[in-house]
């Protein structure tokens, strides 16, 4: 029984470069989560997701960063036009509705 | 906005005793969730426990157990007898009952514990 799982998980891009994040789930649960960790910070909430559908955006940078969590395949969180200061860890959690979550293992990004 | 503290950066105890760890919030809202996550070197963040604002009973998992003091906004881990494997950041976090009690939407973090177990 796989838990939510998040690829890869060490990503190094070139600013200006695009960094593409895709998290699978644990099998069955339809809600998704992203939240991003900075340097000596605890994690920021920015995205949570429904199949084919963004619940709740108001953490999400208003330029650049995209999410999606088709009907098939893994939850995408897409960053256009890396700069340094996107350098962070990213989590996926995951959950079936009003049911606990669980978190992936991160993707630490290094934009250089 | 709410906000969490926690005004321990790292903390340090022998194997086998007991620490605590400190986290104060603040908020105008009368219900709410509170919980306390570790994070093991592997990243992965692990819910060690969790606490509805409106019980007045402190939640207790094994090891590990919470002082909640509503009125103080505040919400300490205590953990009995320390073990290697409690090594970790710990985080302390908030998130507002308007949210359901399931999910993992809208929670806000502190900036972490570390705690070191020494053998």
């Known amino acids: 029984n796989a838990g939510v799982m998040q690829n890869p998980r060490h990503l190094v891009r070139r600013r200006g470069q695009e960094a593409r994040l895709r998290c699978s789930p644990v099998k069955g649960h339809s809600h998704v989560y992203w939240y991003r960790q900075l340097p000596e910070e605890g994690l920021k909430f920015m995205v949570y997701?429904?199949?084919?559908?963004?619940?709740?955006e108001s953490g999400m940078p208003k330029e650049r960063f995209s999410a999606e969590f088709p009907k098939e395949g893994p939850s995408i969180l897409r960053i256009q036009q890396v700069v340094r200061g996107d350098s962070a860890a990213y989590f996926c959690a995951s959950s079936p509705p009003d049911s606990e979550a669980f978190f992936g293992q991160g993707t630490r990004l290094t934009v250089v | 906005a709410q906000t969490v503290t926690q005004s321990q950066p790292e903390m340090s105890v022998q194997e086998a005793e007991t620490v605590t760890l400190s986290c104060t919030y603040d908020?105008?809202?009368?219900?709410?969730?509170l919980f306390w996550y570790k994070q093991p070197p592997s990243r992965q963040m692990i819910l060690v426990i969790r606490q509805e604002a409106y019980k007045q009973q402190n939640a207790t998992e094994n090891r590990f157990s919470v002082n909640f003091q509503k009125a103080a906004k505040s919400f300490s881990l205590k953990i009995s007898d320390s073990q290697l494997g409690d090594a970790a950041m710990y985080f302390c976090a908030y998130r507002s009952s308007t949210y359901s009690g399931g999910g993992a939407d809208g929670l806000t973090f502190g900036k972490g514990t570390h705690l070191i177990i020494q053998p």
């Open positions: 908020t105008s809202e009368s219900d709410y969730y």
């Open positions: 997701l429904q199949k084919e559908n963004i619940i709740d």
